[in-house]
């Protein structure tokens, strides 16, 4: 079965970095492309990044110029490197699978991300 698992979250200052990973099994996984979401306490989910299958990412406004999405198919992985970390970025991380249209139709448990100011 499709099984997603995210790991690398942890309580990290302002300014400092992490880097997610997701691993991903049950599945062709080079055929599809992936992304990263979060959810802050009390907020909705928000798209933070996604990568197609070739490897062309998108990333949302907030993030971009601070994150990079990456992906290693031999391995089934695929990564999110956190730069220059703000409070605001704190929230759950969330590996999905995305089907043709973008729509999210596996993801994982997440992994926490804690900044503090």
């Known amino acids: 079965q499709v099984r997603l698992v995210e790991s690398g979250g942890g309580l990290v200052q302002a300014g400092g970095s992490l880097r997610l990973s997701c691993a991903a099994s049950?599945?062709?996984?080079?055929?599809?492309?992936m992304a990263w979401y979060r959810q802050a306490p009390g907020m909705q989910r928000e798209f933070v990044a996604s990568?197609?299958?070739?490897?062309?990412?998108n990333y949302a406004d907030s993030v971009k110029g601070r994150f990079t999405i990456f992906r290693d198919n031999t391995k089934k992985m695929v990564y999110l490197q956190m730069n220059s970390l703000k409070p605001e970025d704190t929230a759950v991380y969330c590996c999905?699978?995305?089907?043709?249209?973008?729509?999210?139709?596996?993801w994982g448990q997440g992994t926490r991300v804690t900044v503090s100011s």
């Open positions: 999905h699978r995305l089907l043709s249209n973008s729509r999210s139709d596996y």
């Open positions: 049950g599945f062709i996984f080079s055929a599809y492309a």
């Open positions: 990568i197609t299958s070739g490897g062309s990412p």
